[in-house]
């Protein structure tokens, strides 16, 4: 299995720049569909953005296309979300997730046996 551990997150001001990173350990990186979720106050977990194996596929919800980009170096076990013009909208818990399941089946938490312990970004208006 896969130790999963996030950093990056911190307190920024609306329109300010962010890039989350979530260092893997344990099995091979590259075997892994990966993905960051985030929960608001009061809200349910939902899919951010997700990447496959190789990196070549991505997708992403639709509040922060055009603003936010995954990534992953497998070379460094690593996986980024760079965070643009940041609203207090974004503010929540990230958290990065990975799953072995076919990255077109994974676009839902039940589809990740793997999680981070999370990051809290607070953006102020």
């Known amino acids: 299995q896969v130790q999963l551990a996030e950093s990056g997150g911190g307190l920024v001001q609306a329109g300010d720049s962010l890039r989350l990173s979530c260092a893997a350990s344990g099995r091979t990186f590259g075997d892994y569909n990966m993905a960051w979720f985030r929960r608001a106050p009061g809200k349910e977990r939902d899919i951010v953005a997700r990447?496959?194996?190789?990196?070549?596929?991505?997708n992403y919800a639709a509040s922060v296309k055009g603003r936010f980009t995954i990534s992953r170096d497998n070379a460094k076990n690593t996986v980024y979300l760079q965070m643009n013009s940041l609203s207090p909208e974004d503010t929540a818990v990230y958290y990065c997730?990975?799953?072995?399941?076919?990255?077109?089946?994974?676009?839902?938490?039940?589809?990740?046996?793997?999680w981070g312990q999370g990051t809290q970004v607070t953006v102020s208006a």
């Open positions: 990447i496959n194996q190789s990196g070549s596929l991505t």
């Open positions: 997730a990975a799953t072995t399941r076919g990255y077109y089946s994974a676009y839902q938490e039940a589809s990740y046996a793997y």
